[in-house]
Nanobody
C-alpha cells in the first residue's frame, strides 16, 4: 500500500520560510515523479511544483517560481518543498502527490496546512 505523509506545515509571517516534507512508503517513484498541489478555502486544488525522480527536472507554477524549490532525497524516498518569501496568498492546504508515470498523480497525501499572516 502506497502512503504519502506530509509534514512541516504551520503558521508563518509574510516574508518567512517553511520547508515541507513528503515521505513515501510502499513504492519508489524512480522513472516517474512526485509533486505538490495546494488548495485554499473556496478554491480549486492547483498545481504548485513537481519533480522528475530520475532526472530531478522540476516545474513550477508561475505564482511560486523563484520563491519555492522542490527537491528529493532518493535514499529516504522523500520529497521536499522549500518555500521562501511567503505571501498571504500562499495560505492553503498543501498536498503531496506521486504517480506511476511522469506527470500523473495516482497517490495523494492527507495534506498539511500552511498559513501566512500579513
Amino acid at each position: 500500500q502506497v502512503q504519502l505523509v506530509e509534514s512541516g506545515g504551520g503558521e508563518v509571517q509574510a516574508g518567512g520560510s517553511l520547508r515541507l516534507s513528503c515521505a513515501a512508503s510502499g513504492r519508489t517513484f524512480s522513472g516517474a515523479g512526485m509533486g505538490w498541489f495546494r488548495q485554499a478555502p473556496g478554491e480549486e486544488r492547483e498545481f504548485v511544483a513537481d519533480i522528475n525522480w530520475s532526472t530531478c527536472s522540476a516545474n513550477y507554477a508561475d505564482s511560486v517560481k523563484g520563491r519555492f524549490t522542490v527537491s528529493r532525497d532518493n535514499a529516504k524516498n522523500t520529497m521536499f518543498l522549500q518555500m521562501n518569501s511567503l505571501k498571504p496568498a500562499d495560505t492553503a492546504v498543501y498536498y503531496c502527490t506521486g504517480g506511476r508515470m511522469w506527470r500523473t498523480y495516482d497517490y495523494w497525501g492527507q495534506g498539511t496546512q500552511v498559513t501566512v499572516s500579513s
